[in-house]
């Protein structure tokens, strides 16, 4: 850790700070400049963080020079995790298209949906319980009723389900039900609920919060990872900033630099990364050639009566289509869909 | 509601869309024009809503003209509200400064911080308990015991108190011990969290999520009020910029701007918005002149030693300072501190 | 055009401003709410936008309906253009790649540099002799040497070039020794350099501003298009949100979009797009997914003695293992490299 | 300068780093860490940054540990910097106002502007001649004409006047005509124009990007500064962010982090940070109250007609209520108006 102090700072100062380094059992490092004096610390920045330097009003600024975040890092484990949801995985040389409806909204709705995505060549079923909505007049998802649904439908058809979940309290009923857990962006940094998927024992879909850095997803997943539970997939999902042409920016780049710097798998969803139909084919194509392990599509028997996101949801013959035209460059990035 | 069609929509396309908006008991209106055909839906949107008309294939885009929340609008309920947190008003001639350390943690801590923001003028104590961290090897409060410290702080000096939940289950705990709830950046939009939250019984301070427009701001406090609570204060505290001078850009406009929509007080948070101790005094008095009613600010005896957020809160001299130095500005606007 | 009203809104504000869009020879619509009046404008929008109607005090707002470019928009001109740089056609069924360095240091620099990435097989050499630095203690390029450097350099190889200009005064001797002219993404909004390019009698690269829409990286065209130049190539490279991972967030998402919307060819710029070397090889692989037809990519013989923007060049060997890379992608694209 | 090395870093390359800072004639340290080499180079950063070292293979990042620009910078010239725009000083212990219409229109309309204004309490006036629009079909600004409309009015009311600058070429005509030279938000880092201004012989209105960094903000002015003109006015108009309830995010905290870093005035312009005129008044005081030196404010004497920006233009008795509330305020901050 790097330690920049004021201008007017005196040697004093230094000592003070430098003698509490000291006492943490880390190396202290004095460096004298012309201009500003800058103080080092060896050792682990975990614990120098415990003395709150950024506080001192005789510091300017405070560098860390680790990546704050370990047991999801790639250093700590150099080989890519492959994550099983039911009895499919995600990550290794698979590439792994989850897809379904935003939300469930009947039996009806979501056996047709299975029948098509699964045919179209789906690895797993999406569909919402309980959904965060903008609004309080918005539809809000039917609750456990759509759990009940997505175990039948998943159970008829040989395909395991994701859903959301938003509160500590429903963690256990999804997890009786349902073969993974998905943390939507507006969890992200809900961190009780981290900490207790962290002991769920089923895989997590954790998406990137809309204005998370890509290190506060990492340091999310490190929530999760490190109360014991190793099987969380990362996604992105699109991040916000001030274009308007899309409900998102897809920040694609995201999946290479957490590939390199982490061993989860990561998959993207081009859905709510742009919120505009005619974009998700080609995102889609795009997020496999750089290197993504999957996908999280929204996908409506009938998009025209959505109860929500039918913007952006496909109907089935144009998620055919998609599967379609991924399968070259799945194929060129070295894997099978 | 105004609905654009597609270039090659058709007669027959515009005649189900009209049909299905008469059906709702709404009135459909068709305008024809040069290069696109408009429709009009005249009638309660949330209603046309229903229709979901954003996902039908041959529209193009679909454009609200009134606003989402109505119960928290000032079209709604044209007089300022104004909300008591324990004995101390907030909204109306009063310009009420909320003051205290970011984390609650030891009783001699808050002993001396409830003293010192007293005596320096502030009209309730603030003290996290819960304390949602980016990384989990952060502090993270100390939870039921940090309660109980602020309970016995209040009584023993006389200055209600504000603190943070970041969970459903918390909430009788902390409604039972402190005066108000606060609901932080990351909480914005944990809809279940506002909805029980509308069923506390105690006054709501309702943050600003960092990535949250001012309307989405507004449809949160919607959740909470039309659950039966309408004692909410806003609170603008910066969002997620591209500048890295300051931790966050406070936005300073949302204080009108919200102010003219809504009834309810509007508070600012000049040391999160900030991240910056340097910063903290000019931005008071900015929110003073603009017209805020109160400021929430972190205050801490000995911020060198401040568990978390100690580059941001100021010492008790400071505080003091801050306070004389806003008085001709909060009287400048009116009020009066 | 949809104009609505303010709620105090009378009738006669309404007549007043029908009676103003009927004198423009457009069509007035009166279209009163149960909560709003609603006025509508059928006619070309450009003309109405002549009213100036956002200022008017009783208007709430102004949605117009059609997009503001007219020549560079697809409904104008369904076919895609394919734009000529030298003998290297971009757009089309080729995937056209400009590599080369940042700046031009020096003619053995270049000589060298052209001779790798036509090796590697770009079809155009990039190097700027006019550079746009954020500090003025930084290189800013060798200026008319560098263009001479250039053109040298084009004629030896075979391989035509790419360079930026940054001023009216300028533009004469880049026309004379480059065979296409690069708008970078601080001028994108340089109306006065834009007009003066659609007069150049050269292609133009024109490069997305760092905080622009995409609807204003359209209208930045159409201001050198409707000036009579046809052959503009829109480039995506990053724009500035919160993350700080990336140099840039690339917003692969506008190359559908753009292409959707305007018969421009669409380039990638993965370089500055991520500022990270490691990210440029699956950036340009996600780009020829998506529909891009070419890239823009920093190639430099020796990176670590790059005079600017060494961290996100490419020296020659990865280059050649970019292009190798990126060959079956493009092929699935239905492509050829 | 501190320089971290990645991890796969040996001895030899740290070696050969030091060895390349030394024959620079600054100190090179070597601080070998736990899980990273770290490098340190005490000197003038300016000249260790002709190593380009965040190019280096072996580099994972370089920080440095001093701020960019010097002569702009308080640690300079510690006194506060006063800028006279004709007779009227900007700085110091005036709050000077700055107010007119967005464009000139007309000798009728700029004859009224600069009566009214004056008359308000405003020391000069703005007028565009020059105008730069997202679209090239809206009214580009009345050119030379203005210039000579904005010479003649200046005269006849004895106040001075401020219009922007687009182009190198127009400097010496718009010199020779007005009192000071405004560069918009689009032009800040159009470098060639910043020099040119620099040997302009009059003051400089230097408004920030939309998209720049306060840091680049302050180069920005270093390179006018430093081509020997100290006559510069900084100017916060606000930011592009996800928001769109305002058509920029007005950042007042760039007002005390550039005054607390720099010695030039500092002035805020609500119009365009806000783009609403019921937000202009609010924004005004805040501005004031956290120190800014004075406002840049849009005016017309009938916003309704106005050929740009009507929507934030503020009528005449809007503009003298404006300038009365404000007085309090600028009384409160110590300062006249």
Do not use: W
């Not at 298209?97 to 699964?118: H, N, R």
């Not at 039918?310 to 894997?335: D, I, N």
């Amino acid at each position: 850790m790097i330690i920049v102090l004021k201008p007017k700072a005196t040697k004093e100062d230094a000592d003070e700070i430098l003698r509490r380094i000291e006492e943490l059992g880390c190396k202290p490092l004095y460096l004298p400049g012309t201009e500003r004096v800058v103080l080092g610390a060896i050792g682990d920045e975990r614990v120098i963080g415990a003395l709150h330097l950024e506080g001192h009003p005789q510091v300017e600024s405070v560098k860390p020079i680790l990546s704050p975040y370990k047991v999801v890092s790639r250093e700590c484990h150099p080989h890519d995790s492959v994550v099983n949801i039911g009895a499919t995985p995600v990550g290794g040389e698979r590439f792994t298209v989850i897809a379904g409806p935003c939300a469930v909204e009947s039996m009806e709705q979501m056996d047709l949906a299975a029948a098509q995505v699964k045919e179209a060549g789906a690895g797993c079923l999406r569909g919402g319980a309980f959904k965060p909505r903008t609004s309080p007049y918005s539809f809000q998802g039917l609750g456990l009723e759509a759990l009940e649904i997505l175990a039948a439908v998943s159970k008829k058809h040989g395909i395991p389900t994701v859903t959301e979940v938003v509160e500590v309290a429903d963690i256990e009923a999804v997890a009786r039900r349902c073969d993974a857990l998905q943390v939507g962006t507006r969890n992200m940094q809900n961190f009780r609920l981290l900490k207790a998927l962290g002991q769920c024992g089923k895989p997590v879909v954790l998406k990137r919060g809309m204005a998370a850095e890509l290190k506060e997803l990492l340091l999310a997943a490190e929530y999760i990872v490190s109360e014991g539970n190793p099987d969380v997939i990362l996604c992105e999902r699109g991040i916000k900033t001030f274009e308007t042409a899309t409900r998102n920016t897809l920040d694609l780049s995201a999946v290479p630099y957490l590939k390199q710097r982490s061993h989860l798998p990561v998959v993207v969803d081009p859905s709510h990364g742009t919120g505009v139909r005619e974009l998700v084919a080609p995102m889609s194509r795009a997020a496999a050639a750089c290197g993504a392990d999957g996908l999280l599509v929204e996908v409506h028997p009938n998009p025209t009566e959505a109860m929500s996101d039918g913007k952006q949801s496909l109907p089935p013959e144009l998620f055919t289509s998609l599967m379609q035209g991924l399968r070259p460059f799945v194929a060129a990035a070295g894997r099978k869909l």
